[in-house]
């Protein structure tokens, strides 16, 4: 069955450059999640779109932007990058915002030096 | 969202069956209780909701106390690739779906 994929599967950038992260949900899936999970922590909740609008903001840098194309993928850019964002990106597919089940990918590991 | 209370740690003997517990007095009539599982650095793996009523699919089964301020996990027959930390989360209602991710319970399962 296909699932969610992300890319780059890997990241180095430098501080104060700009990444973009890219994710592809599972077909027909039309709600797309992104978490952040740094080191020893607990993956938190960035932003959700629901067919290609903003639904939800959690704790997102305002350094950082998010957007669901037509095809319903999604891309999180991230700009003046700063030590503190590495981490690892996890984006996520559902069918419907509410009441279901979430499918992860596999994640971006950002490394920012 | 529901406040979630959860064991930091816990361990199991590979083919028995793993109870987690978990806390959550405050969740509201329309949450639904969720569990996550993540094994070290994958995405999270989604296992298995309730709302009311108990749950069972192929990997698991919840327990939900009818006042429904706690619930268990159950995984029936623990193995080895069970190692992960599981996370109990309260969601739905206003939250729009979200996912928080609190402090869940490292379940090492060993041989």
């Known amino acids: 069955a296909a699932g969610v994929i992300q890319s780059p599967r890997h990241l180095i950038k430098e501080k104060r450059e700009t990444a973009t992260l890219k994710c592809y949900p599972i077909?027909?899936?039309?709600?797309v999640y992104w978490y952040q999970q740094g080191p020893g922590q607990d993956p938190q909740f960035l932003i959700s779109f629901y067919e290609k609008m903003q639904s939800d903001k959690g704790s997102i840098p305002d350094r950082f932007s998010a957007q669901q194309f037509s095809d319903y993928h999604s891309e999180l850019n991230m700009s003046s990058l700063e030590l503190g964002d590495s981490a690892l990106y996890f984006c996520?597919?559902?069918?419907?915002?509410?009441?279901?089940?979430?499918?992860f990918g596999p994640g971006t590991r950002l490394t920012v030096l | 969202d529901a406040k979630t209370t959860q064991p930091p740690s816990m361990d199991c003997a590979e083919g028995r069956a793993a109870n987690l517990p978990c806390n959550h007095s405050t969740i509201s009539g329309n949450e639904y209780v969720y569990w996550y599982r993540q094994i070290h650095s994958q995405g999270p793996q989604y296992i298995i909701h309730?709302?009311?009523n108990n749950e069972t699919n192929e990997m698991a089964s919840l327990i939900i106390t009818e006042d429904r301020k706690s619930s268990t996990l159950i995984l029936p027959h623990a193995t080895l690739r069970d190692t992960a930390v599981y996370y109990c989360i309260g969601t739905g209602g206003s939250t729009l779906g979200r996912l928080y991710f609190g402090r869940g319970t490292q379940l090492t399962v060993w041989p």
């Open positions: 309730g709302l009311k």
């Open positions: 077909p027909r899936h039309d709600t």
């Open positions: 996520a597919s559902s069918l419907g915002a509410l009441y279901n089940e979430q499918f």
